[in-house]
């Protein structure tokens, strides 16, 4: 079933939604009942389960995505299986390998690059996940390039559902033997849910496949060429996400021991970094559910739009995302910024959680419209573009972390500050990017219209928060505020007729349902 470019990423949002509402919700509870310690030892395994995922798949779904989307322009099912058996077996190859490796390698890693060697039970935890996660992630882009997006909404629920249910009960069961098994739980958990989420996967492939008839004539095969085809692609990608996951991974161990010439012990820069990275992140990246949804959409459609040669269509596309992006991301930084000091108590009962989110929410809109401006990038052929963008921006993150973490009047918040550099760094390089490709002109009215949009509906969620409604408790209160913030800047916004209200007509399920309610 084919959707349109706001269609797939309207289902995408929905269906990121409820799965980071749930994966907040799961990390909340990690963090109030395993403590900061045992995030922190959870926080400095999984940016090596980022990196083992981006060497083995990386540039590969966008790859298929991309040349799925091609071959489905130009009506040839025959290419669009090659595409898909060429991956698999790609991927399946060097998922085996990388397993292995790194299997190995763990108590080398534990011992010398990390500085906490309780992480080694966590990190064991991740071998058998990179092979499920890699042909999952295959599958997922041969769905997004058919333009089908509910395969893979329908799996990351049900991937999410069964880790946070796998998680919190391994979690907890293993508590009383040390916080790293508490974290080991939660990683077996992840493993719970990506076997679930690749059995949806499968069956959804399977069940497309019912009733479709096969083409009476092949085309010729040309495998080198194909191969050369996901090469051009994902090499790039890949190199761009491995070097972006290089300086992830390697970023517990920058924080530890910048922290440390700060004179900060071993413990508490673990206990802090589980703050950043496990608590305040969280928060930060809660909207990037859209903007990655919007990118994972945006990719096949500008790609069938360059395979058809329509410049109008790329514009179109690129302009819908990016102001999809903004009208969702900006009041989305301006309300964490307001709302950090209550949301962090509630959420995490630790209110210097809200001080980290303080420093990084204003440069987070930048985070926010960067995934539309890299997919642009790649359905465009020019992934290198978005490679080289990505690099300097990890390497200028890691130096800041060490020039502003070590300094001890900073500490963690130079972390954050060093995060908000690479953010708008990669972000405005991306954009210069795009406009020398396509000459993409920014439209001024609309973004004033927004901002201001925005601002107020900071000041209404400050005035209800902190005077309205006071004298209630925090969690009514940052819910009132919360809610009659955001039904106000919609009113604004239509008001000045940023948005219509024929707009959310195509919000899958719910949007019938809000046109009724809307004037």
Known sequence: MKQNFVQGAMILVVAGLITRGLGTIYRIFLSRYLGAEAIGIYQ?????????????????????????????????????KRILRTSLGIVMLVAIVVSSLFYFLIPLLTKYLLTDERVYLTLLAIVPIVPIISVSAILRGYFQG???????????IIETIFRMIAGMFLSLKFLPLGVEYAAFGAMLGM??????????????????????????????????????????????????????????????????????????????ATALYGQLAGMALLIITFPTVITSSLGQSLIPAISEAAAKKNVTKIYKRLHQALNIAYIIGLPASVLLFV?????????????EVGHLIKIISPFAIFLYIQRPLAATLQGLDRAKDSMTNTIIGAVVKTLAIVFLASRPSLGIDGVAMA??????LVTV???????????????VRPILSITGSALTTGYIAYYIMF?????????????????????????????????????????PWLGSKITKILP
């Open 429 to 443: 390089l991306h954009f210069r990017s795009v406009i020398h490709i396509i000459g993409y002109t920014i439209q």
């Open 191 to 268: 493993i719970v849910g990506e076997i679930a989420g690749f059995i949806i996967l499968v069956a959804q492939y399977f069940f497309s496949k019912k009733g479709v008839k096969r083409p009476t004539v092949p085309l010729p095969e040309n495998r080198n060429a194909l191969f050369n085809n996901i090469a051009r692609i994902a090499v790039p990608v890949t190199t761009s996400s491995i070097i972006g996951s290089l300086a992830y991974f390697i970023e517990p161990s920058v924080v530890a021991n910048s922290l440390a010439l700060a004179g900060i012990p071993t413990g508490t």
């Open 146 to 156: 058919k333009q089908n997006m509910i395969p893979t909404a329908i799996s990351n």
């Open 339 to 351: 709302l950090a000091n209550p949301l962090a108590e509630l959420l995490f009962n630790a209110k």
């Open 44 to 80: 400095m395994a999984f940016p090596t389960l980022i990196m083992l995922i981006t060497i083995v798949t990386a540039g590969l779904p966008i790859a298929v995505s991309k040349l799925v989307a091609e071959a489905d322009a130009k009506h040839d099912p025959y290419l669009i």
């Open 467 to 507: 005077h309205s409604l006071a004298k209630l408790s925090q969690g009514i209160s940052l819910l009132a505020a919360t809610a009659i913030s955001i039904v106000a800047y919609i009113y604004i916004l239509l008001f000045l007729k940023v948005i219509k209200k024929q707009d959310f007509e195509k919000i």
């Open 419 to 424: 995060i908000n550099i690479g953010m708008l």
